[in-house]
T-cell receptor, first 117, second 111 residues
Framework: GAVVSQHPSWVICKSGTSVKIECRSLDFQATTMFWYRQFPKQSLMLMATSNEGSKATYEQGVEKDKFLINHASLTLSTLTVTSAHPEDSSFYIC?????????????FGPGTRLTVL | EDQVTQSPEALRLQEGESSSLNCSYTVSGLRGLFWYRQDPGKGPEFLFTLYSAGEEKEKERLKATLTKKESFLHITAPKPEDSATYLCAVQVGGGGNKLTFGTGTQLKVEL
């Protein structure tokens, strides 16, 4: 149980284009989903928190107009990187927290490697 | 500001050589401390949650303990497949459900 998937697993795009990353909770309903970014040899940095049906809460320093988050259902959240630039190249990971016995844990997806040329 | 510090940054062990990883934290109102394992190019895999000082949890060769200032992840008789980066994270009261991660300990277990 507690499986979270991400799609795509990797993507290469040209500078200036937009990229959408999907995060799905496969066997539970995720009331809250989180998006992280991880640069090489560094730890996970939280970008934003999204609750189903409401606007995402962004961490300080994260541009909400650049990183669009939608959490339209209890099993799906999307992150759209708009007008991507090479400095946006990173490993993007989502996590989900749901209404389970172990309600407090976050379960992570496998990550999406974004490379912007 | 909440801070999480992990040590050592990297650790190399021989197979069967037990050791401990440290996670020190400075937070206001700890709600939970989490341990994750992360393999290269993959998302973190949940290991343990600890909620109060004195609590211990075990899973196979791993045992996590918690005090008021730090947590230890003890690895008993490690095997090469235990090689990974081990991350700890804290969740504080009043901070929603977000996690603040440490920088991790990169563990390599050699034959």
């Amino acid at each position: 149980g507690a499986v979270v998937s991400q799609h795509p697993s990797w993507v290469i795009c040209k500078s200036g284009t937009s990229v959408k990353i999907e995060c799905r909770s496969l066997d539970f309903q995720a009331t809250t989903m989180f998006w992280y970014r991880q640069f090489p040899k560094q730890s996970l940095m939280l970008m934003a928190t999204s609750n189903e049906g409401s606007k995402a809460t962004y961490e300080q320093g994260v541009e909400k107009d650049k990183f669009l988050i939608n959490h339209a259902s209890l099993t799906l959240s999307t992150l759209t990187v708009t007008s991507a630039h090479p400095e946006d190249s990173s490993f993007y990971i989502c996590s989900a927290r749901g209404q389970r016995d172990s309600y407090n844990e976050q379960f992570f997806g496998p990550g999406t490697r974004l490379t912007v040329l | 500001e909440d801070q999480v510090t992990q040590s050592p940054e990297a650790l190399r062990l021989q197979e069967g050589e037990s050791s401990s990883l440290n996670c020190s934290y400075t937070v206001s109102g700890l709600r939970g401390l989490f341990w994750y394992r992360q393999d290269p190019g993959k998302g973190p895999e949940f290991l343990f949650t600890l909620y109060s000082a004195g609590e211990e949890k075990e899973k196979e060769r791993l045992k996590a303990t918690l005090t008021k200032k730090e947590s230890f992840l003890h690895i008993t008789a490690p095997k090469p497949e235990d090689s990974a980066t081990y991350l700890c994270a804290v969740q504080v009261g009043g901070g929603g459900n977000k996690l603040t991660f440490g920088t991790g300990t990169q563990l390599k277990v050699e034959l």
